[in-house]
């Protein structure tokens, strides 16, 4: 159980940094939202509006996952519970959209991989992150990284394109 709690605290500054930046981006995505408020109301005012739904949520999702990081005394079994939860709860979402996505004929193969894949792929992460802890696999974390490069890549380039496309 040291052991464990000693590897968590060793990743707390990476999380806590991760965090910050996160809600940092977010309150900027909002900023980039307010500057373009007219997109919201145009044309393409759905696309607009599901991009910026997207990217709110993958901000958020890298804060959560951080916030669960971040707690003090953690054991396998509790972030192993937590990191499930929100690798399926994002997972489901993800079924969710794919299937409306879907239905709407329109939609190219390079949309449905960016817009539902590559998420989902981070939700998978989690959730095999979640089981390998919980049997014992503390190196685990480390996939981790990747998964939330890709939320925050991700994000970010959601972010710039809501504020400089028209």
Same mark, same amino acid.
């Given at each position: 159980m040291e052991i464990f709690q000693a590897s968590m605290?060793?990743?707390q500054i990476f999380y806590a940094t991760v965090a910050a930046a996160s809600a940092t981006l977010t309150g900027l995505l909002f900023v980039s939202l307010s500057l373009n408020r007219e997109r919201l109301? $145009?044309?393409n005012a759905h696309m607009v509006i599901g991009m910026a739904r997207q990217t709110f949520g993958d901000? &958020?999702?890298a804060l959560m996952i951080s &916030?669960?990081?971040i707690v003090p005394h953690q054991i396998?079994?509790?972030?192993s519970i937590a990191l499930l939860v929100l690798g399926l709860s994002r997972g489901i979402a993800f079924f969710r959209q794919a299937a409306i996505s879907l239905k709407n004929k329109s939609v190219s193969l390079l949309i449905l991989v960016k817009e539902i894949g590559l998420p989902f792929t981070?939700?998978?992460g989690l959730i095999v992150v979640a089981i390998a802890i919980n049997f $014992?696999?503390?190196n685990a974390i480390y996939g981790l990284v990747a998964v939330?490069?890709?939320l925050l890549v991700t994000a970010c380039w959601n972010a710039w394109l809501l504020l400089i496309e028209e």
């Amino acid at each position: 159980m040291e052991i464990f709690q000693a590897s968590m605290q060793s990743w707390q500054i990476f999380y806590a940094t991760v965090a910050a930046a996160s809600a940092t981006l977010t309150g900027l995505l909002f900023v980039s939202l307010s500057l373009n408020r007219e997109r919201l109301k $145009g044309k393409n005012a759905h696309m607009v509006i599901g991009m910026a739904r997207q990217t709110f949520g993958d901000f &958020l999702y890298a804060l959560m996952i951080s &916030l669960v990081f971040i707690v003090p005394h953690q054991i396998p079994i509790s972030l192993s519970i937590a990191l499930l939860v929100l690798g399926l709860s994002r997972g489901i979402a993800f079924f969710r959209q794919a299937a409306i996505s879907l239905k709407n004929k329109s939609v190219s193969l390079l949309i449905l991989v960016k817009e539902i894949g590559l998420p989902f792929t981070a939700s998978l992460g989690l959730i095999v992150v979640a089981i390998a802890i919980n049997f $014992g696999v503390t190196n685990a974390i480390y996939g981790l990284v990747a998964v939330i490069a890709a939320l925050l890549v991700t994000a970010c380039w959601n972010a710039w394109l809501l504020l400089i496309e028209e």
